[in-house]
């Protein structure tokens, strides 16, 4: 390599493409729009949701009902999977759940449904028991400890809009 090859064949600026200068330019007659068309004309614009004049997918999907963003994500766990998993005199935390893999993905609270048998006698703790569940873990001799939320609905909802203006 020699030094005056060091920019050779390098342009600093490149020269703008100009439109609409005829034949010799380069973009001629149609000035790189084609042929007729929707998107040859000026002033062309349309919706991104434009799917060719067939009813937009967005019109086609029905929209039912009241979806509450800022509702909690409640995990739900049957008092027979906690019979299953657990030995007779366990802890079940949501960490031991975890563990277990009886609560998996990201949630809000946990809640023990009262679905199937228990025999075993458990220390439970979760967000929240419905009563046949409370029924049959104080009937097997076991504890219920009600767990308090992380954060409060208020700061649930700062957090959700904090990540929408994202």
């Known amino acids: 390599m020699q030094l005056n090859d060091v920019h050779r064949g390098i342009q600093k600026k ?7 200068r005829g034949s010799g330019s380069g973009h001629g007659k149609t000035s790189g729009r084609g042929h007729n068309g929707h998107k040859s004309r000026s002033g062309y614009s349309r ?16 929209k039912r009902g009241f979806n509450n963003r800022w509702a909690l994500t409640v995990f739900a766990v049957n008092v027979a999977r906690l019979n299953e998993a657990f030995n007779d005199g366990d ?11 009886l609560a998996k993905g990201t949630f ?10 228990l025999t075993k006698k458990l220390t439970v703790s979760a967000h929240r028991f419905s009563k046949s569940a409370e ?23 700062a957090a959700l809009k904090a990540e929408a203006k994202k």
Do not use: C, S, W, Y
């Not at 802890?91 to 893999?101: C, F, I, N, Q």
């Not at 029924?135 to 909802?157: C, F, S, Y």
């Open 108 to 117: 809000d609270e946990v809640k023990i449904l009262g679905d199937g048998e």
């Open 47 to 62: 919706k991104p949701t434009f799917q060719g004049g067939a009813m937009p997918m967005i019109r086609r999907i029905p």
């Open 91 to 101: 802890e079940v935390t949501l960490e031991a759940l975890a563990a277990k893999d």
């Open 135 to 157: 029924e049959k873990i104080t009937a097997a001799g076991g504890t219920i400890n009600k767990l308090v939320a992380k954060r409060t609905p208020d700061e649930r909802v």
């Open 14 to 20: 490149r020269p703008r493409k100009r439109i609409g």
